[in-house]
C-alpha cells in the first residue's frame, strides 16, 4: 500500500557531504513523523534524525551540528544533508515513516529500502 523509496547513497570521502531523499508513495491520507536510521556493520540500527509534520527535529547526538533533517509534506519527501562526513558515519541508511493509510484509522511504520553510506578516510 505504502512505498518508500531512498536515493542519493554513495561513496564520499571524508569531510565531503551527501544528500539523501526518501520518497513515499502509494495510498496515503497523512504523514506524521518522519525519521532516518543507519546501521552499520556489525551494529544495531540507531537512530539518525526525526522530523515532525510541523517540522520539529531531533538529532542524534552523533550527528549534531553536521546532520540537517528536513521534509517537503507536498511531495511526502524527506531529506537528509549530511555534510563533514566521517568514516564512522559508514552504514545503511533507512528512512522510516509513519503514515497514514487511506481508509485506516490508525498510523502504521514503514521502511525504505535502506541506501548504502560509504565514506572513506
Known amino acids: 500500500q505504502v512505498q518508500l523509496v531512498e536515493s542519493g547513497g554513495g561513496l564520499v570521502q571524508a569531510g565531503g557531504s551527501l544528500r539523501l531523499s526518501c520518497a513515499a508513495s502509494?495510498?496515503?491520507?497523512?504523514?506524521?513523523?518522519m525519521a532516518w536510521y543507519r546501521q552499520a556493520p556489525g551494529k544495531q540500527r540507531e537512530l539518525v534524525a526525526t522530523i515532525t509534520r510541523g517540522g520539529s527535529t531531533n538529532y542524534a547526538d552523533s550527528v549534531k551540528g553536521r546532520f540537517t533533517i528536513s521534509r517537503d509534506n507536498a511531495k511526502n519527501t524527506v531529506y537528509l544533508q549530511m555534510n563533514s562526513l566521517k568514516p564512522e558515519d559508514t552504514a545503511v541508511y533507512y528512512c522510516?515513516?509513519?503514515?497514514?493509510?487511506?481508509?485506516?484509522?490508525?498510523?502504521?511504520?514503514?521502511w525504505g529500502q535502506g541506501t548504502q553510506v560509504t565514506v572513506s578516510s
Open positions: 502509494g495510498s496515503i491520507f497523512s504523514i506524521n513523523a
Open positions: 522510516n515513516a509513519d503514515v497514514l493509510v487511506k481508509g485506516s484509522y490508525d498510523f502504521s511504520h514503514y
